[in-house]
């Protein structure tokens, strides 16, 4: 992931300055563990401000709405508290070489300021720090103790003091090209560190952007370049420096990331500002690290439980073998009686015709009893095997219930294996949610919600024009099934395989034709656990034949009045 570089910084901070001071403070809200946003309101509209402290994604840009969750984050209270209703009116970087702003706050523009809140974007050791006007610490987003840091403790009634000054020489468009390139080539080593060694303001990403531009290699020791080569490399650092005086930064992604200086006159914006850029790039990454994560986790907890049950599973119906064999028991118990006399103390089996067959039958005999007591342990062992029939088959019966429930939270997380669109990311939050009600894991800060699901269904439209709705995960399975579905649409699912909950939107009077069914059962198919298979039984039916069990688990549903038929995965036509 790029981090937010000085040249990222200020190109940020000259837009938020021009767009958005003053602004009145309205609201503030703690996003997550590591950013805020601000609610601001200017005379042209209104809008959020995330600052975040995050060790790899540290940033201040215009953002999106926070979601409508409760705030229970201590530090955004204080700032509330503090900074509720007042006027930002300033946006400063402490020293034109660092990577710290002071965001200023007063009564109204013009006044004195009241409040000081120092962003520090540095990486892994990113903060946000609010002063009053004594420059006393208030609160911070993250505290540093005596222990963490002797040289730079950030704590509450204590001063706020600047991180040590960075002792790197200072870019400068005056300086000549003799002397950087003397400073840059001191020493010979890869071309890349020695930029980053010799000056402050770079970054790794800039570097490397730069020497790109000049078509060099980082890794090209610096006694190895020609004439030529140093003067393309000049030219690129002076276009940096030439960008940070005029401010005409022009934002762009890139394939590895994103960029805001115009190496040459060819390059165009694909964004509509710094602010868009910034939001969207952080956004995206943090999505997709999220969403690993949560894939991983779920994944692994899914698979481990499984593997528990299906043991559990296989030892009921090992019993239930065994207990097929009571009848044999019985069976063996009344030859042994019926046949008294032909027993013979000291004997370890004896064989005997069956009633029916006349075949012979070999019974184990215990030595020590007689046959009258060896009989009463037959019928024993016959009785012993019914109770434990009687006993395993509801456990069994509850064991296979939950496999395939999770075997269906299985197949909902199969079908988005790598993120895509924030929704798939949602889809899985909705399932780690489920997960957790269902106790399967556990979470601290978990707030349970019930609500329906926020994210949109899979949307398809049948060859004559009927549109199709799929479930991301069981909580919107259970959605369609019994909220959006009515009498009149068609209910698809696969046949005793874990798989989403499919509808055939209809009106009244309208049918689909096989053509319209096909196409659906393909679907149906595609988002099940089958989906590598040729062809999968599905079933359709009306919603109004479709039932919860009393205590079922979400997504987990009983039908009737099915119709069959069959789906081919592999045709499904898939539009994501």
């Known amino acids: 992931m790029q981090s937010v570089d000085l040249t990222t910084l200020i190109a940020s901070c000259c837009e938020l300055r021009q767009d958005w001071l003053p602004a009145r403070l309205e609201q503030v809200y703690q996003r997550d563990r590591f950013t805020i946003s601000l609610g601001l309101r200017t005379l042209k509209g209104r809008g959020w401000l995330d600052i975040s402290w995050h060790p790899q994604a540290a940033r201040i840009c215009i953002g999106d709405a926070p979601p409508r969750v409760p705030d229970t984050f201590t530090f955004s209270d204080q700032l509330r508290h503090q900074l509720g209703g007042l006027a930002l009116v300033e946006i400063q970087q402490i020293d034109p070489w660092e990577r710290i702003l002071d965001l200023q706050f007063s009564q109204r523009p013009g006044d004195e300021i009241l409040w000081h809140l120092y962003v520090e974007i540095m990486g892994k050791y990113s903060n946000v720090i609010l002063t009053g006007s004594d420059n006393l610490i208030v609160t911070a987003a993250h505290q540093v103790n005596l222990q963490q840091s002797s040289v730079r403790p950030i704590l509450t009634s204590q001063p706020y003091e600047l ?24 020493i010979p080593s890869a071309l890349k560190q020695q930029l980053l060694k010799n000056y402050r303001g770079l970054s790794s990403g800039l570097v490397l952007s730069m020497i790109n531009a000049a078509n060099l290699e980082p890794s090209q020791p610096t006694n190895t370049l020609t004439s030529e080569d140093w003067n393309r490399l000049f030219k690129s650092w002076q276009t940096w420096l030439n960008t940070l005086e005029t401010q005409n930064f022009i934002p762009y992604y890139t394939p590895k990331g994103y960029d805001i200086i115009p190496w040459n006159s060819e390059t165009v914006s694909n964004v509509k500002s710094v602010q868009d850029l910034l939001n969207n790039y952080y956004k995206n990454q943090l999505n997709q690290q999220e969403f690993k994560q949560i894939h991983h986790q779920i994944s692994q907890k899914i698979n481990s439980v499984l593997a528990k049950l299906q043991v559990k599973a296989n030892q009921f119906i090992q019993r239930l073998e065994q207990s097929n064999e009571a009848d044999s028991y019985r069976a063996k118990a009344d030859l042994l009686m019926a046949f008294l006399h032909e027993w013979k103390p000291g004997m370890t089996e004896i064989e005997l015709p069956d009633f029916e067959t006349g075949d012979p039958v070999k019974i184990p005999l215990n030595p020590e009893n007689n046959a009258v007591q060896n009989a009463q342990i037959l019928y024993k062992r016959h009785q012993k095997l019914k109770r434990a029939r009687t006993a395993v088959e509801p456990l069994l019966n509850e064991v296979k219930t939950e496999i395939n429930y999770l075997e269906q939270v299985e197949s909902a997380i199969s079908q988005i294996e790598t993120y895509q669109t924030p929704e798939d990311l949602q889809t899985l939050v909705e399932i780690r949610e489920e997960l957790i009600q269902q106790s399967y894991l556990k979470s601290s800060d978990y707030r349970s919600s019930n609500s329906p699901s926020s994210i949109e269904f899979y949307h398809y439209q049948t ?24 009498d009149y649409d068609l209910w698809f699912h696969t046949q005793e395989i874990p798989g989403s909950h499919v509808l055939l939107r209809l009106s009244a009077g309208q049918v689909a034709d096989d053509l319209d069914l096909q196409f659906t059962a393909n679907l149906t198919a595609y988002y099940s656990r089958a989906r590598q298979s040729e062809q999968v039984p599905v079933i359709y039916t009306k919603p109004k034949h479709v039932y919860k069990p009393k205590g079922a688990k979400p997504g987990m549903v009983i039908y009737k009045q099915e119709t069959v038929i069959w789906g081919n995965p592999q045709k499904a036509e898939i539009n994501h």
């Open 163 to 186: 991180p040590p000054k960075l002792t790197e020489p200072i870019p400068s468009l005056n300086e000549s090209q003799s002397r950087w390139q003397e400073r840059v080539s001191l």
């Open 463 to 486: 060859p004559n024009g009927f549109e199709v709705l799929i479930g991301r995960n069981n909580r919107q399975n259970d959605q369609l099934t019994f909220k959006v579905a009515t």
